[in-house]
Antibody, heavy 118, light 109 residues
Framework: EVQLVESGGGLVQPGGSLRLSCAAS????????MSWVRQAPGKGLEWVSV???????DYADSVKGRFTISRDNSKNTLYLQMNSLRTDDTAVYYC????????????WGQGTLVTVSS | EIVLTQSPGTLSLSPGERATLSCRAG???????LAWYQQKPGQAPRLLIY???SRATGVPDRFSGSGSGTDFTLTISSLEPEDFALYYC??????????FGQGTKLEIK
């Protein structure tokens, strides 16, 4: 079964850091494109970042320079390192798979909540 | 960046009725870049439709997608109780990689 499980969310102060993890099973992370998408409380979906199968990365302007996406092929796990966190980064963060030949995200993990507050 | 506008914001219908949800793109997009997701409270989004009109694995055939250019539609032919949820359309582009509509809430009348 193809599955994604996020972890690492929590409460952090403005200016702080947090690292999210997304453990994959049923497929190989490094053979796919993997994205992070977030959803602020009561709001819509916002794409955050992608790591391509070749290892290159891309980011939304809102997080560029503050967030870093990476993966550990030996653990089949995706990460999102979030630095210089702001209150408007508060959201549920989802990881999702994009097959190399596709233009959509499937499946998604269950999400992990990040709250940035003093 | 392609802006997606969904309408209506909220749709109130009864089980058994037909639902028609609209997604309008700010400029013409290719059909293969348009997808629809369903999200229930406390859950992650679930892929329903990709390539504007293809159903994802396991999606009931009461769900259908159509459209081209700037206007796309998600239709639910006969609403089941489990269909009342939030629905998002999505465009795949270059930068940002994905943009989403603001969502349509389908609620029980």
């Amino acid at each position: 079964e193809v599955q994604l499980v996020e972890s690492g969310g929590g409460l952090v102060q403005p200016g702080g850091s947090l690292r999210l993890s997304c453990a994959a099973s049923g497929f190989t992370v490094s053979s796919n494109y993997m994205s992070w998408v977030r959803q602020a409380p009561g709001k819509g979906l916002e794409w955050v970042s992608v790591i391509y199968s070749g290892g290159s990365t891309d980011y939304a302007d809102s997080v560029k320079g503050r967030f870093t996406i990476s993966r550990d092929n030996s653990k089949n796990t995706l990460y999102l390192q979030m630095n210089s966190l702001r209150t408007d980064d508060t959201a549920v963060y989802y990881c999702a798979r994009e097959k190399v030949s596709d233009y959509w995200l499937d499946p998604w993990g269950q999400g992990t909540l990040v709250t940035v507050s003093s | 960046e392609i802006v997606l506008t969904q309408s209506p914001g909220t749709l109130s219908l009864s089980p058994g009725e037909r639902a028609t949800l609209s997604c309008r793109a700010g400029q013409s997009v290719t059909s293969n870049s348009l997808a629809w997701y369903q999200q229930k409270p406390g859950q992650a989004p679930r892929l329903l439709i990709y390539g504007a009109s293809s159903r994802a694995t396991g999606v009931p055939d009461r769900f259908s997608g159509s459209g081209s250019g700037t206007d796309f539609t998600l239709t639910i032919s006969s609403l089941e109780p489990e269909d009342f949820a939030l629905y998002y359309c999505q465009h795949y582009g270059s930068s940002p990689r994905y943009t989403f509509g603001q969502g349509t809430k389908l609620e029980i009348k």
